[in-house]
């Protein structure tokens, strides 16, 4: 099939580099030059395992190509939007100023019987919304609501074989036949066994801002454990093996540490509420609030444990912190727990250094006043304090020992509850968990 992805950020770029592994014939199309240039040498403008092996592979197959053409989408069959819907600046509702041109440049591009497919995440009634636009240019072509699940880190494996496929369609009927274009675009995975759900629009887009409350809730409910095992000694990771063990509760999304954060969590809950505020039902998610402002708290509990650490006082305490990105696996910084505790002990007096194996340019762009390193050995030296607020694998594996050797004071903040503290401690550290005793 031919197939149009319009916006080629994080989701863009990974769903057309996925379509186009599908075997249908993909553009991809960007207003941004840089973005385009990089994507059709073959490389992906973020971090993200396995993407850059796919482009180069798909490089051989002419099936994948980048524009910043929006006329390329004449004689696609599908066209899919992915542009991004951050957080309004100052407030919580999000910003729908690239969707809303993303539709109205693409329509003027349109053919009867053209299937345009939204993948961004956006507030309920969008899309219906949309769908308005589109038939004052071209009635003929049909406006359907497919939202995306993948996580960053794991997004290829994700695209191509997601827990299921959700299609919002302007009747909610299994027999529109929208349905069918989707399914031939998807005829892989469905054939797999991937479950597919067929609803009307506002359902398919809550579906999307539903999961992400619902993960957010979690790791909130098990970070307020943590507040609670702080307060009577208990041990948090064990309490979340033994509850996860239940498996109507499950132990994923139960990790206790800083708190989540990302281009999506974060900001979709408070989209969320901004909308439910809008529609009269704000008391439905007023827990989300709370949500929130549990997982704020944990990166000012890093900060108090810190200053614990060094005795009482961060004024001119040498801080090595590891991690900057969100999560491992990504050089994403957007809202990053880690940079935002790092920021933070700075402003209270500390000498930090960041270090992180992917993303520090990133890093360095959103606080350009933190000293960053990329070298792990020479930013444990002569530190008073090493903090680990991102699990990348190597800084799980760090040896007690040798890392001992490298510092002024062997105090350790295990900001993900990631390493064994009974080793550290046996190894001369102090060790302090989120929530362990
Ligand atoms: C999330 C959703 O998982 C994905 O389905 C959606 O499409 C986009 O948003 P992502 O933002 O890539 O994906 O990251 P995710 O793996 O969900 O992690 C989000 C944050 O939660 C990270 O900061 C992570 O460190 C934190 N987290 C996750 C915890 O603190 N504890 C956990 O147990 C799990």
């Known amino acids: 099939m031919r197939i149009s992805v319009i916006g080629c950020g994080y989701l863009g770029a990974v769903h057309a580099a996925c379509m186009a592994k599908l075997g249908h014939e993909v553009v991809g199309i960007d207003v941004d030059e840089h973005k385009v240039a990089q994507l059709s040498a073959g490389h992906a403008p973020f971090y993200e ?5 796919l ?8 099936l994948l190509r980048f524009t910043t053409d929006m006329s ?3 004689g696609a069959e599908v066209h899919f939007i992915c542009v991004g819907t951050p957080q309004k600046r100052g407030e919580n ?14 329509a003027a591009h349109l053919s009867a019987g053209d299937v345009v497919a939204g993948k961004s995440t956006v507030p309920v009634g969008t899309a219906a919304r949309l769908a308005e636009v589109l038939a004052d240019t071209e009635p003929g072509a049909t406006l359907v609501w497919n939202p995306e699940f993948l996580r960053e880190g794991h997004a290829v494996t994700d695209t191509l074989n997601p827990d299921r496929f959700v299609y919002g369609i302007p009747d909610g009927s299994e027999d529109h036949p929208a349905v069918a274009v989707l399914d031939r675009v998807y005829e892989a ?37 943590a507040e609670v095992c702080e307060a009577t000694g208990a041990d948090v990771t064990r309490l979340a093996d033994a509850i996860g063990l239940d498996d109507r509760i499950g132990r994923k999304f139960l990790n206790a540490g800083i708190g989540f954060g990302g281009g999506c969590l974060p900001k979709d809950i408070r989209a969320f509420m901004a909308r439910a505020g809008e529609l009269g039902a704000d ?14 708290r944990r990166r000012t509990r890093v900060v108090e444990l810190t200053r614990e650490l060094c005795g009482g006082t961060l004024l001119g305490q040498r801080i090595a912190v590891l991690g900057a990105a969100f999560k491992p696996e990504s050089d994403d910084v957007r809202d990053s727990p880690a940079l935002s505790a790092a920021a933070q002990l700075q402003l209270q007096g500390a000498v930090v250094t960041v270090t992180d194996p992917q993303a520090l340019a990133n890093a360095a762009r959103r606080f ?5 390193e990329q070298d792990l050995e020479t930013t444990l030296q002569r530190a008073d304090a090493v903090l680990l607020l991102t699990e990348w694998q190597e800084y799980r594996e760090l040896d007690p020992h040798l890392t001992k050797a490298l510092v002024t004071s062997p105090r350790i903040l295990d900001g993900r509850n990631v390493l064994d503290p009974a080793k550290w401690r046996a190894a001369g550290w102090v060790y302090k968990g989120l929530g362990r005793p």
């Open 49 to 53: 395992p396995v993407l850059d092996d």
């Open 55 to 62: 482009l180069s592979e798909l490089e051989e197959s002419g």
């Open 72 to 74: 390329a989408a004449r």
């Open 93 to 106: 509702g999000a910003d729908l100023r690239y969707v809303d041109a993303a539709v109205a440049a693409l």
């Open 189 to 225: 995975p469905l054939a797999g066994g991937t479950p597919r759900l067929v609803t009307d629009y506002a359902t398919a887009e809550l579906v999307k801002t539903a999961a992400n409350s619902f993960l957010a809730t979690k790791i909130s409910f098990i970070n307020a454990m």
């Open 283 to 296: 008391q439905a998610l007023t827990f989300l609030r709370e949500v929130d402002a549990i997982n704020m």
């Open 368 to 372: 350009p006043e933190l000293p960053m």
